[in-house]
């Protein structure tokens, strides 16, 4: 089965910087769209970034454009999500994901694996 390990959430101010990363395993990771989403305390989840594994396109949510960069390491099987200029409204549960697929999905009904999140706070 596939697992998903976040790690690198945490407090930090506003204008600061945090790096989370997602350790996958299970199963190849070939033709699929690897997700971040996150979730404020009484919102839904919602899409933040996602890249396919192969071909490394990417995508982001306009609330995090120019701040947030997805990125992946093939040999480590790993995810990262760089997020700088950090916002009080960035303040949620960061969840990795994925979907096997080679569409694009912004929801979170379209991922099969989830990890278990990270906390990131993020003060004024």
């Known amino acids: 089965q596939v697992q998903l390990v976040e790690s690198g959430g945490g407090l930090a101010q506003a204008g600061g910087s945090l790096n989370l990363s997602c350790a996958a395993s299970?199963?190849?990771?070939?033709?699929?769209?690897m997700g971040w989403f996150r979730q404020a305390p009484g919102k839904e989840r919602e899409f933040v970034a996602a890249m396919f594994w192969i071909g490394g396109s990417r995508y982001y949510a306009d609330s995090v454009k120019g701040r947030f960069t997805i990125s992946r390491d093939n040999a480590k099987n790993t995810v990262y999500l760089q997020m700088n200029s950090l916002k009080p409204e960035d303040t949620a549960d960061y969840y990795c994901?994925?979907?096997?697929?080679?569409?694009?999905?912004?929801?979170?009904?379209?991922?099969?694996?989830w990890g278990q999140g990270t906390q990131v706070t993020v003060s004024s």
């Open positions: 994901a994925v979907r096997y697929s080679t569409t694009m999905n912004y929801y979170p009904s379209g991922y099969s694996y």
């Open positions: 299970g199963r190849t990771f070939r033709n699929t769209v």
